[in-house]
């Protein structure tokens, strides 16, 4: 149980394009989704709560315009990178929190690669 | 400023070595610190942690949080190569969701 699935797992985009990345709670109802990015060799850098029915918040210095984030249903959240460019290349790994628990253990989805050229 | 900072930052060991990871923080209101392992994709779960002196434990692997000192350690006894990897720790505050993670510890073991 608690599996988390992303899509896709890697997409090449030309410069200026937007891209969809969806996450995916696939057993379990999931009110808070995480979006984190993570760049080789590097930590995870959280970049936005996805909280189901309202607006997403974002951590400091992440542009709430370029990377849009959409928490439709308690199962599905969706990361947009708008006019992306190759700074924007990079490995993306959403996480959901099991609304059925009482810890606060996150399940991690396998990850996007998305590379801007 | 909330922070986690984990050493080593790397570290290479043979096989039937034991070894430690350690994990400090400054967090607001600390709630719960949890471990990770991270392969080629996105991290496992390892432990969460939550109460100060109480040892978790799966196989070879075991972990305990300092409540008062602000740290956590990992241990792997009897590594083995597929204990390869880097190593995560994150650790979250009340009143939120949201943790914050370590630049992590990453592991080879040498056959």
């Known amino acids: 149980g608690a599996v988390v699935s992303q899509h896709p797992s890697w997409v090449i985009c030309k410069s200026g394009t937007s891209v969809k990345i969806e996450c995916r709670s696939l057993?379990?109802?999931?009110?808070?989704m995480f979006w984190y990015r993570q760049f080789p060799k590097q930590s995870l850098m959280l970049m936005a709560t996805?909280?189901?029915?309202?607006?997403?918040?974002?951590e400091q210095g992440v542009e709430k315009d370029k990377f849009l984030i959409n928490h439709a249903s308690l199962t599905l959240s969706t990361l947009t990178v708008t006019s992306a460019h190759p700074e924007d290349s990079s490995f993306y790994i959403c996480s959901a929190r099991h609304t059925g628990t009482v810890n606060y253990e996150q399940y991690f989805g396998p990850g996007t690669r998305l590379t801007v050229t | 400023e909330d922070k986690v900072v984990q050493s080593p930052l790397s570290l290479v060991v043979h096989e039937g070595d034991t070894v430690t990871l350690n994990c400090s923080y400054e967090v607001t209101n600390f709630r719960s610190l949890l471990w990770y392992k991270q392969e080629k994709k996105a991290p496992t779960f390892l432990f969460m942690l939550?109460?100060?002196?109480i040892e978790k434990k799966s196989g070879r692997l075991s972990s305990i949080l300092d409540k008062k000192e602000l740290f956590s350690i990992l241990n792997i006894t009897a590594t083995q190569t597929g204990d390869s990897a880097v190593y995560l720790c994150a650790v979250g505050g009340s009143g939120t969701y949201k943790y914050i993670f370590g630049t992590g510890t990453r592991l080879k073991v040498l056959a």
């Open positions: 939550t109460s100060s002196g």
């Open positions: 996805s909280n189901e029915g309202s607006k997403a918040t974002y």
């Open positions: 057993d379990f109802q999931a009110t808070t």
